[in-house]
């Protein structure tokens, strides 16, 4: 049976992905909150992989930390190393409102995003 955390973080990092799709496709939404969407939602994803190989979730917004913890037990991650940039979008753009963002590819992050969900997922499975 699936670690019950990894599955919460899971649902979280879904319904955080959902959300930024929403925003992209109405539109008018400020980088800045589309940007700590996505964040969340990888953010979430990584952890519950982090739980769904046994460990135990660190206390960090960091996703380049994160992915190291997954490297670091074996796996790959070479196909989600665009995220890294998300870090960003945690805490910077939430308490700085003079921070000056240059709109990223938001559908290839998206892309990568849903694709980081479904690899967690089949870890999962």
């Keep these: 049976m699936a670690d019950p955390d990894a599955l919460r973080y899971l649902r979280i990092a879904q319904a955080d992905l959902e959300e930024a799709q929403r925003m992209l496709a109405l539109s008018g939404f400020?980088?800045?909150?589309?940007?700590?969407r996505l964040q969340q939602a990888c953010e979430k994803a990584l952890k519950g992989w982090i739980h769904a190989k046994g460990g135990q979730a660190p206390f960090t917004h960091d996703l380049v930390a994160l992915m190291d913890w997954l490297e670091e037990s074996g796996s790959n991650m070479s196909?989600?190393?665009?995220?890294?940039?998300?870090s960003f979008f945690a805490v910077q753009t939430r308490y700085d409102d003079s921070v000056e963002i240059n709109s990223p590819d938001w559908q290839l992050l998206v892309q990568i995003t849903s694709s980081l969900l479904e690899n967690v997922q089949h870890e999962l499975a």
């Design 30 to 36: 400020r980088d800045s909150s589309i940007g700590f």
């Design 79 to 86: 196909a989600f190393e665009t995220i890294a940039a998300l």
